[in-house]
């Protein structure tokens, strides 16, 4: 696996890592009335493993949309979102954004992360069993307990690296924004993806609490090996990144 960050040669498309997030050509037109709008046009990226990768540009140039065909949440009219994990072969490709269906639940559920700006956190659960419960093995009853302690050992690993070892049996109401941020993250990565899509985590924080925040989505990806995208407005955020994207109307400015 290559870890060492790509040349800056250019600020999207870097040299080929042979693990990480591959986009070419990602060109999405959809129906608005009786026109054909291009929503994002021609879009080239590179992030390796244990990259962030910033995204900004206006509201509506596409930056969500971007995310969105990453995530296999939305088919591209045209181009090639692949995620490479080890190589470039067949076999040690995922292809993202062929199909939203079942096979991109599959996708999702194996190797994608999300982070949002609203977490979706159960108020009442405790902290530890928001990360169970994302757990793919949760999806298997009942669960022998070798397979449920691996969870629980993911979960605690997890917890105490993003600064709440003590918090596992907390529920989430009682938290911090900040706190349910890093929870957030925490479950993003349960399941171990080799890709990570974030987008504005710390449009509801201070200043302060956002920039621990996106500290820890940049050591949270590089320690897991995820390919991080990572959309914000925030000047103070994007500052801190080694690369960042700006979209403007669905191009790469
Ligand atoms: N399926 C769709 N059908 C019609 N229009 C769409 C569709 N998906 C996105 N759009 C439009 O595409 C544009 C880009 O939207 P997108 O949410 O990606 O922008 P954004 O950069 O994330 O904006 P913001 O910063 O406000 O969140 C918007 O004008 C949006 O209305």
């Not at 040299?15 to 070419?24: F, I």
Request: glycine share 10%; charged share 20%.
């Amino acid at each position: 696996m290559n870890h060492h960050s790509p040349a800056l040669t250019s600020p999207a498309a870097t040299s080929a890592a042979a693990s990480g997030l591959r986009m070419r050509g990602i060109t999405l037109d959809v129906q608005d009335g009786s026109q054909r709008r291009r929503i994002l046009d021609s879009v080239d990226l590179d992030v390796a493993a244990g990259e962030v990768l910033g995204i900004t540009g206006p509201s509506g140039s596409g930056k969500s949309t971007l995310l969105a065909v990453a995530g296999c949440l939305q088919a591209p009219t045209a181009g090639r979102a692949q995620l490479l994990l080890g190589g470039d072969t067949p076999e040690t490709t995922v292809e993202l954004g062929r199909d939203t269906g079942r096979a991109a639940a599959r996708i999702r559920r194996n190797h994608i992360g999300f982070v949002f700006q609203q977490p979706n956190l159960w108020p009442a659960l405790r902290v530890t069993d928001q990360l169970r419960a994302v757990s793919r093995l949760d999806r298997v009853l009942p669960l022998p307990r070798s397979a449920r302690r691996a969870v629980d050992a993911r979960a605690a690993e997890l917890l105490e690296a993003v600064g709440l070892a003590d918090m596992g049996a907390r529920r989430v109401g009682e938290l911090s924004g900040g706190q349910q941020a890093r929870v957030n993250v925490a479950r993003a990565l349960m399941n171990r993806p080799q890709l990570l899509l974030v987008d504005e985590p710390t449009a509801a924080l201070d200043t302060a609490s956002g920039t621990q925040v996106t500290q820890l989505i940049e050591r949270m990806a590089r320690d897991n090996g995820a390919a991080t995208l990572y959309v914000s407005h925030d000047a103070e955020q994007l500052a801190a990144l080694n690369r960042v994207l700006t979209l403007v109307d669905g191009k790469v400015a």
